[in-house]
């Protein structure tokens, strides 16, 4: 059964600094993993989708990385501003497309 | 751009009413999702469906059920709501049943008290 997990939990960063948010996942045998950004008691915002074949997707300041062989996603966010503190969930979807999340990062980045 | 419309942002119910969690996506989405979030539980795949009047149970379906009499259309009912159903749902949606990109509605919180 496949398990996500998001490091660290909590993150406290200065405006204006680059970050890197870490999700890991135990099976390999993935079709795609997605990026999400939840604010506070709202819905989840798709930020990126990076296929099991690519290795890098960009949106922006956003950049995915994906190492299937070892399990590992990072999500990394240049020049950091206060209106990206939310939380930020990695899910890799079994198949119909079920989603299996990360428990989430907790951003803030302070002005 | 996809839009996954929930009827409402939040809910107040009674124990042992019935309630109607309402989503409706505006893609042409052959799947449709239910999820639940708790604290320290994250999100909890509640019921799905591939089609048009089809379901299939997820991870937590006892106490629920669904309806999906349109394609566009998929809801969530609770037929007898209890505390333990305080909650915040959220409905997505994809194209496809495999490999596509999942789209969320913007949740419902629901206290039932």
């Known amino acids: 059964k496949q398990e996500v997990t998001q490091i660290p939990a909590a993150l406290s960063v200065p405006e204006g600094e680059n970050l890197v948010l870490n999700c890991s996942f135990t099976?390999?045998?993935?079709?795609?993993l997605q990026w999400f950004r939840q604010d506070p008691g709202k819905g989840l915002t798709s930020l990126l989708l990076i296929q099991s074949s690519q290795r890098e997707q960009t949106s922006g300041r956003l950049n995915a990385s994906l190492d299937k062989s070892s399990g590992r996603s990072t999500l990394y966010i240049a020049a950091s501003q206060p209106g990206d503190s939310a939380t930020y969930l990695c899910?890799?979807?079994?198949?119909?497309?079920?989603?299996?999340f990360g428990a989430g990062t907790i951003l803030r980045v302070k002005s | 751009d996809v839009k996954v419309t929930q009827s409402s942002r939040y809910l107040v119910k009674r124990t042992g009413e019935k309630v109607f969690l309402e989503c409706v996506q505006d893609?042409?989405?052959?799947?449709m999702f239910w999820y639940r979030q708790d604290p320290g539980l994250g999100l909890r795949l509640i019921y799905f469906?591939?089609?048009?009047?089809?379901?299939e149970k997820g991870d937590i379906p006892e106490g629920y059920s669904v309806s999906r009499e349109k394609k566009e259309r998929f809801s969530l009912i609770l037929e007898s709501a209890s505390t333990n159903q305080t909650s915040m749902y959220l409905c997505a949606s994809s194209l496809e049943r495999v490999n596509t990109e999942a789209f969320f509605g913007q949740g419902t919180r629901l206290t039932v008290v």
């Open positions: 893609m042409d989405h052959e799947n």
């Open positions: 469906s591939y089609d048009v009047k089809m379901k």
């Open positions: 899910a890799i979807p079994q198949w119909g497309n079920k989603l299996v």
């Open positions: 099976d390999s045998a993935i079709y795609n």
